[in-house]
């Protein structure tokens, strides 16, 4: 989804900048960076970043747990993305805020680097359904184990193994995969996005004990679910469970819930009663509407009430 859009603007440090980032830069050489990816929906009362709060907070947490020195708190980035979401006129985009560094040397110490923020943005189309049913793997290729990396880190390197498992999948026929925890055997999550489960009307996904980047989006559907009145249960699952569900979906900031078609050689029934209900309220929660929570929403400035405002970012 988010490639079919053309990359529109970059925004480093709240200035305009060359987009070109120095080839030898460590982030390019050794995949230091953390980031985020926030979705800014088109609501009828003006662009509006969805949870950008939470996105943020998460930005912080991965710097802190990969000891990247940085000068930002909550609101200095909160300011920076805002004014990036504003400059590019766009309603409808991905957000990607990047804590990087420009730095053209070597070494892995990432203390002796200075990271700064630059933030990505590609333009979604505005008629931006639903997306289609997938199928999906089980990889050979597992999730990072914590023993090796702080799994909760949303970090570029990381990206990685979720490329080799979904070029490995997609080599063999799939849409996706399913990666496993390292260390318990247990289904983690999908390449770029979290895993649910539909048992006898009970909604159910895989626990943060084992290797799972803690989604935004999991967090939300657990809500509405809440809300729905729908059972919810953070619990671990094993691989061989997948086939028994009823229902399964993946959920991930740029395509919100995508249901599961089959996984391996099982195809899931047609019906998803519940996928579909927490897709509905999904919806309308990025949009605005019904079960939406406002503080849930962040509205983005008009580019043309902005201007000023954006050139008094330092
Ligand atoms: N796991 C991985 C590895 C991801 O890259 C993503 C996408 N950010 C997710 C899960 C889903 O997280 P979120 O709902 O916060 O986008």
Known sequence: MVTKGASHSTVVDGAWQARELPFGSNSVQHGTAVFEGIRMYATPTGPALFRLDEHLERLLDSAALLGIPHAYDLTSLRGHVRDAAAA???DNAYVRPVLHTREPRLG???QDFQFTLGTEIWALPPDDTPPPAVRVTVSPWCRPSRLTFPVRAKATGTYVVSALARTRASADGFDDAIQLDP????VAEATIANVFLVREGRLVTPWLEDS??????RDTVLTLARDLGIETAEAPVEAGELPAADEMFLTGTASGLVPVAAVESHTYAAARPVTDALSRAYREAVLG???SRSSWLTP???PDSSTSYLRGVS
């Open 300 to 302: 983005v400035p008009h």
């Open 289 to 291: 509407g019904g079960t």
């Open 183 to 186: 260390n318990s055997g247990r």
């Open 108 to 110: 892995v110490n990432l």
């Open 212 to 217: 799972v980047l803690a989604g935004i989006t």
């Open 88 to 90: 590019s006129g766009l």
